[in-house]
């Protein structure tokens, strides 16, 4: 052969022919089975669950699951974020109408989970074989796979009686997911409105059923199985000895049911809870904390903005001289002072709680707690300055609150009960100290009114108040 490059083409071609029907058949090649979730708009935590949900995919995908990974979405959630679970958590999300909720006019109906039975079209995912439907909230400490080993539903019993709905087992079928929603529009009874309670009625006979044990041969089983305590472990147990142990078992996934204002991404969550550090853990490994950086500048533009406006108002209340007799009489008054000490109370009040609503939700907690200490403290030099307070006694609440997060992180503890008695004595120790403070403050401002009244009777023009100089 003359020119051997001429052949260079035509061997492309070959190769081409020969590897693309591979390549393109695993590129397409799907699991049988797949760990499926749920994703809905209209409540105002959507954003913390779509980072929740953003992080028990990429766990999942960390463990190298054998499954695909689902997420039925509504199709309100917005395209961002749909891209996002698609393109960066490797997810398929399937894009759902929200399934019209019967129950929501029940007495005892919660509107949180108007949307929870969006949760049943995981039936409708016919073209796996099994698959395990999780909440946002699971921790997932071990892979899991062993599961699609189980029957038609499969679920774990947290309440004696009652199995819990984040975390079970089903297959798939256009039979039974039709089958319920006809129940829905029947008016099947629900005691709780939403998924947990239908899902409960529906499978009613699953207490009865034998304990599911994979085999070894990883052999399919077939009929109903309640799951090992190990697959949906209750948060709340795990602060009675501050570890999981369960000999009987595997130790695989922690759900947190209890306390919703207490799920593990809050950054106040830790260290109340111990598992929420564990979980902000899990969030900084698989997927950082990018996202919450544009709300983390915009909340805190939000908090210098009130500090400031604070500033200002009091300095606008608190330095107006008056030479009005009348005026001077009402400061002698009984009244005033118990008004003001009321309005310190408040303004007090409000430094503790103003910053706890304004730093975003979802930051870690390390940063979450500096963030507030340092707002409420500066909150409070404010109005110590505006008052001419004692500035330590003034800082008493952020002092305590800094003291009483140090005692429940203490990494010693053997127990939960030991824990809890060493915050009881923390708060025995130092209730004298606050009340003290409280006292200081109380009598300094005391001490200007009783200045003020002895201005207030003579004449000629008032003083400055003490208690009203500002800076």
């Given at each position: ?59 999942l ?40 909720n ?17 949760k049943?079209?995981?039936w ?34 947290i309440?004696?009686?009652i ?7 089903l ?43 994979p ?28 570890k ?64 400031a ?12 001289r ?13 009244l ?31 940063l ?34 800094a ?50 009244a002895i201005?207030?009777s ?8 003490q ?5």
């Open positions: 052969m003359r020119n051997p490059a001429a052949l260079l083409p035509w061997l492309v071609l070959v190769g081409l022919a020969i590897g693309l029907p591979e390549f393109a058949a695993s590129a397409l090649e799907k699991h049988k089975n797949a760990y499926a979730t749920m994703m809905y708009m209209g409540t105002p935590r959507d954003y913390e669950f779509y980072i929740a949900l953003r992080v028990l995919l990429r766990s995908a960390r463990l190298k699951v054998d499954a695909d990974l689902v997420v039925i979405a509504s199709k309100d959630v917005p395209q961002k974020w749909v891209s996002a679970m698609e393109n960066e958590d490797g997810a398929r999300v399937v894009s759902v109408e929200n399934v019209e019967p129950y929501r006019n029940q007495a005892n109906f919660d509107k949180r989970f108007m949307l929870t039975l969006n049943l079209y995981a409708s995912l016919v073209e796996y074989d099994r698959v395990v439907m999780l909440d946002s909230d699971n921790l997932f400490l071990d892979k899991t796979d062993e599961l699609f080993q189980c029957g038609q539903f499969c679920a774990v019993f309440n004696p009686c199995f819990h709905t984040g975390l079970f087992v297959q798939p079928s256009e039979e039974a997911f039709n089958g319920m929603l006809k129940q829905l529009k029947d008016g099947r009874e629900n005691p709780d409105g939403a998924d947990q309670g239908f899902l409960v009625g529906y499978f009613h006979e699953l207490l009865e059923k034998p304990m599911f044990k085999g070894r041969n990883g052999t399919r089983q077939d009929g109903y199985f309640r799951l090992p305590l190990g697959y949906q472990m209750d948060a709340s147990y795990y602060y009675l000895k501050l999981w142990n369960i000999p009987c078992g595997p130790n695989s996934v922690i759900t947190f049911p209890s306390a919703p204002w207490f799920k593990p991404w809050y950054w106040w969550s830790w260290p109340v809870l111990p598992l929420g550090l564990t979980w902000h853990e899990r969030r900084r490994a698989v997927l950082g904390y990018a996202d919450d950086l544009p709300h983390l500048i915009s909340h805190t533009a939000v908090f210098l903005i009130l500090l406006t604070v500033r200002l108002c009091l300095s606008r209340i608190c330095i107006r008056t030479s009005d007799k009348t005026a001077a009489t009402a400061f002698a008054s009984s005033y002072p118990f008004i003001m000490k009321c309005f310190l109370f408040f303004l007090i009040l409000a430094s503790i709680t103003i910053p706890f609503f304004v730093i975003p939700r979802t930051v870690h907690p390390l979450g707690w500096t963030l507030y200490l340092a707002g409420s403290s500066a909150f409070m030099v404010v109005v110590a300055n505006a008052f001419f307070l004692p500035l330590l006694p003034a800082l008493t609440p952020s002092i305590g609150i003291g009483a997060l140090f005692v429940m992180a203490f990494p010693a503890y053997n127990d939960g009960v030991v824990r809890a008695l060493a915050i009881w004595a923390y708060s025995f120790l130092s209730a004298p100290f606050a009340w003290s403070s409280v006292s200081r403050m109380m009598n300094s401002i005391q001490v200007s009114f009783n200045r003020e201005f207030a003579r004449p000629g023009e008032l003083p400055l108040p208690f009203m100089k500002v800076y």
